[in-house]
């Protein structure tokens, strides 16, 4: 079974400018998440979806953030424009669960590591 | 108040002996318990999870919950320097599985 895929493994780029990254969850998994990893720092939730719906993205920060997951499958989150604080490692991660269920191992993907200069 | 909470460390124990690693989380409905291990530069790995109260034998690993007391922990029995990594404690919180992770706690096993 193939892992939790994400593009590019590593980015640097300047403030203000615009990125994107891309995940691939495990194929059938329904739950997708996007962290934010600071140095030193546990992950931070991001956003959530259930298939092709947010169910949660309390914590992104919206006027410069956004993801979609538009067929339910592979998602994409970008940063415009990128701040020095954003510099960090952003995990992709899936579960098969859906809401209420006791148990939903989550599978994370590489990671890629933005530095923001 | 942060939702889960974790001594940042680093925690330093000699090769061989139990390393004690603790957490404690705020929401009183929370169900399902996590322990993810990462070493450094990848990303968390699943070691165990435990729901009900007591504790949760697997090889070398226990994990420990005390809903009542909002306390869970994690023993690692027999330390190896390959033990050594943080080790993240998260939460499934009520409903949508949002989960909550706490900011990790360093292990050291020096050998």
């Known amino acids: 079974e193939a892992g939790v895929a994400q593009s590019p493994r590593y980015k640097i780029i300047e403030k203000r400018q615009s990125v994107a990254f891309w995940c691939n969850p495990i194929?059938?998994?329904?739950?997708l998440y996007w962290y934010q990893q600071i140095l030193g720092q546990g992950p931070k939730l991001l956003i959530q979806?259930?298939?092709?719906?947010?169910?949660?993205d309390s914590q992104l920060p919206k006027d410069r953030f956004s993801a979609e997951r538009l067929k339910g499958v592979d998602s994409t989150l970008k940063i415009q424009p990128a701040k020095l604080e954003d510099s960090a490692v952003y995990l992709c991660?899936?579960?098969?669960?859906?809401?209420?269920?006791?148990?939903?191992?989550?599978?994370f993907g590489p990671g890629t590591r933005l530095t923001v200069l | 108040q942060k939702e889960v909470e974790q001594n940042s460390g680093p925690l330093s124990v000699p090769e061989g002996a139990i390393a004690s690693l603790n957490c404690t989380y705020s929401d009183r409905g929370s169900q399902s318990f996590f322990w993810y291990r990462q070493y450094s530069g990848k990303s968390p790995e699943l070691i165990m999870f435990i729901y009900s109260n007591g504790d949760k034998e697997d090889g070398r690993f226990t994990a420990q919950l005390n809903k009542a007391s909002q306390y869970v922990s994690l023993l690692i029995r027999d330390s190896q320097p390959s033990d050594s990594a943080t080790y993240l404690c998260a939460v499934l919180g009520v409903g949508f599985n949002k989960f909550y992770f706490g900011s990790g706690t360093k292990l050291n096993v020096k050998p």
């Open positions: 194929s059938g998994h329904a739950t």
């Open positions: 991660a899936s579960s098969s669960g859906t809401s209420g269920a006791g148990y939903n191992e989550q599978f």
């Open positions: 979806f259930q298939n092709n719906g947010v169910v949660d």
